[in-house]
């Protein structure tokens, strides 16, 4: 079974950048799309970027579109969130999905803090 493993977050000022990994266990990405989700406190789950393997694209919630970009590395099977101008709102628990048909997979999450 597909086993995903956030890292990469931490404590980051305004303006900043952090890029977050998603390490797959055993398994290659190739066939799976890969989304982004974040939840703040108090707040809902929602989705910030995917790259969805079917069509080859991307797609990014307006809120961080133009600065945090979604990657594959296949050979190392791990998926990137690369964030640039992070701001305060961007402060939340992110996680990574993987899915292929009605198979989904979700990492524990990782913490990134926008604060000065």
């Known amino acids: 079974q597909l086993q995903l493993v956030e890292s990469g977050g931490g404590l980051v000022q305004p303006g900043g950048s952090l890029t977050l990994s998603c390490a797959a266990s055993?398994?290659?990405?190739?066939?799976?799309?890969i989304a982004w989700f974040r939840q703040a406190p108090g707040k809902e789950r929602e989705g910030v970027a995917c790259?969805?393997?079917?069509?080859?694209?991307?797609y990014y919630a307006d809120s961080v579109k133009g600065r945090f970009t979604v990657s594959i590395d296949d050979a190392k099977s791990t998926a990137f969130l690369k964030m640039n101008s992070l701001k305060p709102e961007d402060t939340a628990i992110y996680y990574c999905?993987?899915?292929?048909?009605?198979?989904?997979?979700w990492g524990q999450g990782t913490q990134v803090t926008v604060s000065s």
């Open positions: 790259f969805n393997t079917n069509d080859g694209m991307t």
């Open positions: 999905k993987a899915w292929v048909g009605s198979h989904d997979y």
């Open positions: 055993g398994y290659s990405l190739t066939y799976y799309s």
